[in-house]
């Protein structure tokens, strides 16, 4: 049992019996030198001051790089006692915990009744053996899953895949919708209007969800 269990004991046994400190202390089995004995807390003046000081210049910083920059400054003072201090001041920063993402129910894509109805298109990115990046536009045909088109550059602004998929509709036709996500290139206004202009309807997937 700790020291300190054993003297609140000792003297719950004292307030509800008649028996003396000596009587108590052998009972608890506690010696009358720890019973007296009363901590000498130091002076932490000087640790909370230097610790403010060092806290007000630096808002972000944690403990480690306190108690680093307190033993550069030529202080010897034990870490856990400059913690405590630490603490004390309630200095400590909050941490910020992963939130929580909200199980989702995603809806089934509706699948299309025949071909050309619907095309799926994305961005992908890569880069060569001399490490120069490069995109891929692809085009896909939803019903059979078909590829029909890869369209490879540095660089793949709107302009160039509007064209791009007229190409592709000289061959297949144009599609009655256009499944995509809100990429930049997909939500501009040349994109929007290249599918008014020719009827088609364009189909955003669900934020944050490939379904």
Known sequence: MPTKARKAWALELQE?????????????????????????????????????????????????????????????????????????????????????????????????????????????????????????????DDFNREALGIDIAVSLPAGRITRYLDKLAEYHGYPLKIRVDNKPGFTGKTFIDWAKSHGITIDYIQAGSPY
């Open 16 to 140: 509800n019996h008649p028996v003396t400190i000596a009587m108590s202390c052998a009972i608890v089995g506690l010696s009358r030198c720890a019973y007296y004995y009363q901590p000498k807390l130091p002076d932490d003046s000087v640790i909370m001051s230097v610790l403010s000081a060092i806290t007000d210049k630096h808002l972000r910083w944690g403990f480690p790089k306190c108690f680093n920059r307190i033993r550069k400054l030529g202080y010897k003072w034990n870490h856990k006692r400059v913690y405590r201090v630490y603490c004390e001041l309630k200095l400590n920063l909050r941490v910020k915990r992963k939130q929580r993402i909200p199980p989702r129910s995603p809806e089934r894509l509706s699948a299309p009744n025949k071909q050309g109805e619907c095309w799926s298109m994305d961005f992908m990115s890569d880069s060569s053996r001399n490490q120069q990046r490069f995109r891929t536009f692809n085009v896909i």
